[in-house]
């Protein structure tokens, strides 16, 4: 399927379905008229002002008083990709490179950068292609834009670095003669519109908002099976309550649940006990304030994936060439630790509920197994959540609070975003893997309730389960149930039956 870049809104939602495959990029018109206008109107300025225009006459950052002859000014952007791909560390996952390209390709359509119509084009064949360039995790201070990340993504459009394709690595030189590409010649401030930006921190951002909503949801369904499967009281979840403190993630959380546990004969049974501990008691508040959060977020990270972030910015019409600092990533960096913390406390709370299950309490056995002692029964999972979220606290402290000089005091303050970005991932996919420890708690201790029955949706969801995941008589090797749970709430669509 194809689809158009153009100077429309793009969506988190939209970002993440089009970056998988057989989904096409093409520009519009008014993108091609928009691109070429702009690269014409810049030509024009170089060769009839002689005024010095930083990174289009100039050197970069601390350079920025060496004026550059016009003969250079190719070979200048030239060496800006070559001298910046400074990348160290982990691979970038090729799925959040592929976003990159998109964003780049979505920043450059606006007609603001002066890039050439080719470079976006060979972006395009990038995408449609599957090429994705080989890019590392550390290097950026997300303040100059994703500079060595963005060299990274750049070095390709010269033939140059590294990039995979169906699966394989090659030298990029391989991949233009297979496809007879020539390598792209850089005009004045094409290099600088490259590799200024955000877009390795908003392809990150993009990913983890929208794992992190994902995440949200299958918190509250794996929580509700734990709330009937602790006997809890649905009490908390009643509109009156949300009603007098007025947030809405709480109303969202509280409305979800009582949806959820609708018709569950477990819930609304004559209880012994009036109150429940806070990680089953304070679902709505805690989830919901995390909801409120991954909304401000989302809205933060659309308008920077709608933007223009590198610099200098070029307006052909009102005949200006301005130098700024839209690159700044502190936007993107001040949500994506607020989220980090969000998605933190999501499986914080989770293993608090990990550990409620297995305490023998409310008629439950201990540890959740039958023979407890000569069985260890669901005892260590419950580590394993403990040392997760352990990590997790320490991932959530935030990276946009530190700021370390560059560039001889030019780039004084940074965001480190880009940091801020990596470790929100990281924190993303522990959580995941902390909800499929509570499912598959959550999961056994309901079946310890036999012959009562959870809501008819919960029954439905617990047959599917069940499926992949056996109920424990005697101890097995449960690595492999926390792996097929965790591969279960990867792939199973949890959308069904619940009106999002």
Request: glycine content about 8%.
């Amino acid at each position: 399927m194809e689809h158009s870049i153009s100077l429309d809104w793009l969506t988190i939602e939209f970002a993440n379905k089009i970056i998988y495959p057989n989904s096409k990029l093409s520009c519009s018109p008014e993108v091609e008229n928009a691109v070429k206008t702009c690269r014409a109107y810049l030509d024009k300025k170089v060769a009839e002002d002689k005024t010095p225009v930083y990174g289009i006459t100039t050197g970069f950052g601390s350079l920025c008083n060496q004026n550059i002859p016009a003969d250079d000014l190719s070979t200048l952007q030239r060496n800006l990709v070559i001298s910046h791909a400074c990348g160290f560390g982990d691979e970038v996952p090729e799925d959040i490179v592929k976003t990159m390209l998109l964003l780049k390709i979505k920043s450059l359509s606006y007609g603001h950068s002066g890039v050439q119509w080719e470079t976006i084009q060979r972006l395009v064949q990038f995408f449609n292609h599957g090429i994705t360039p080989v890019i590392y995790t550390q290097g950026s201070l997300g303040a100059s834009g994703d500079l060595a990340p963005l060299a990274h993504l750049s070095l390709p459009l010269l033939g140059l670095g590294k990039v995979r394709w169906q699966g394989n690595r090659y030298e990029s030189r391989e991949i233009n003669e297979k496809f007879g590409w020539e390598p792209l010649e850089l005009q004045s401030k094409e290099g600088l519109a490259l590799l200024n930006g955000t877009q390795f921190m908003g392809a990150y951002g993009v990913w983890c908002c929208g794992q992190a909503l994902r995440l949200f949801y299958w918190a509250n369904i794996i929580s509700a099976i734990s709330l009937d499967a602790f006997d809890g009281l649905i009490a908390p979840f009643h509109p009156l309550i949300y009603k007098v403190r007025g947030h809405k993630g709480q109303q969202v959380v509280a409305d979800l649940f009582n949806k959820l546990l609708q018709g569950s004969g477990l819930c609304h049974r004559a209880k012994a006990h009036v109150q429940d501990p806070y990680s089953f008691r304070c679902i709505p508040q805690v989830h919901g304030a995390i909801y409120d959060t991954i909304s401000h977020a989302r809205k933060v990270i659309e308008q920077e994936i709608n933007s223009v972030t590198d610099n200098p910015t070029i307006f052909p019409e009102e005949d200006l060439i301005l130098s700024a600092g839209n690159f700044h990533g502190e936007p993107l960096a001040l949500v994506m630790d607020f989220l980090a913390m969000a998605v933190s406390e999501l499986g914080n709370i989770s293993e608090r509920r990990i550990y409620q299950l297995i305490s023998g309490k409310r008629g439950l056995p201990p540890f959740l197994v039958q023979n407890p002692g000569l069985n260890s029964g669901f005892m260590i999972p419950q580590y394993t959540a403990a040392s997760i979220v352990n990590q997790n606290k320490l991932l959530a402290n935030p990276c946009c609070t530190d700021s370390i000089e560059s560039s001889q005091g030019q780039e004084d303050h940074v965001s480190m975003g880009a940091n801020s970005a990596t470790k929100l991932y990281t924190i993303v996919k522990n959580t995941e893997k902390i909800l499929s420890i509570e499912l598959l708690n959550a999961a056994q201790a309901i079946d310890f309730r036999r012959p009562l029955r959870t809501s008819p949706y919960i029954e439905n969801l617990l047959e599917t389960y069940r499926a992949h995941v056996p109920f424990v008589e005697n101890d097995v090797e449960m690595h492999e149930l926390m792996r097929t749970s965790q591969h279960f709430i990867h792939l199973y669509d949890n959308k069904e039956g619940i009106e999002k």
